[in-house]
């Protein structure tokens, strides 16, 4: 489960049930995204209006090692990926799967 608070309002405003059973490794937040990876190597977009996963990607389908920091751009299309090998940019508008965004 990824919980999101407001530090200002000093409560979780949302929770989302991702990355069942699994650590959450990262997360970030921009704009209408939330963007989590969890042990597995999975990178989950959860729509923040729509209240659902929005895209689900398999780093290693990519060559993506496990993911270990997300950053997503200004542009909330662009998502950089770190793994132990370097960054990877991925444009989580066009695709579900990184494999075809890389």
């Known amino acids: 489960m990824v919980k999101d608070y407001d530090l200002q309002k000093k409560r979780v405003i949302r929770?989302?049930?991702?990355?069942?059973?699994q650590k959450v490794q990262a997360i970030t937040s921009r704009g209408k995204y939330l963007v989590s990876t969890g042990q597995d190597g999975?990178?989950?977009?959860y729509d923040y209006?729509?209240?659902?996963?929005?895209?689900?990607?398999?780093m290693s389908e990519a060559g993506v090692g496990?993911?270990?920091?997300?950053?997503?751009m200004e542009n909330e299309n662009t998502?950089?990926?770190a793994d132990s090998?370097?960054?990877?940019?991925?444009?989580?508008?066009?695709?579900?799967?990184?494999?075809?965004?890389?």
């Open 15 to 21: 929770t989302a049930n991702l990355h069942q059973g």
């Open 42 to 45: 999975r990178v989950i977009v």
């Open 49 to 58: 209006a729509k209240q659902e996963p929005e895209r689900d990607m398999a």
């Open 66 to 72: 496990v993911p270990s920091d997300l950053l997503l």
């Open 79 to 81: 998502l950089v990926v």
């Open 85 to 102: 090998k370097g960054l990877h940019p991925i444009d989580i508008e066009e695709s579900t799967s990184a494999e075809r965004c890389l």
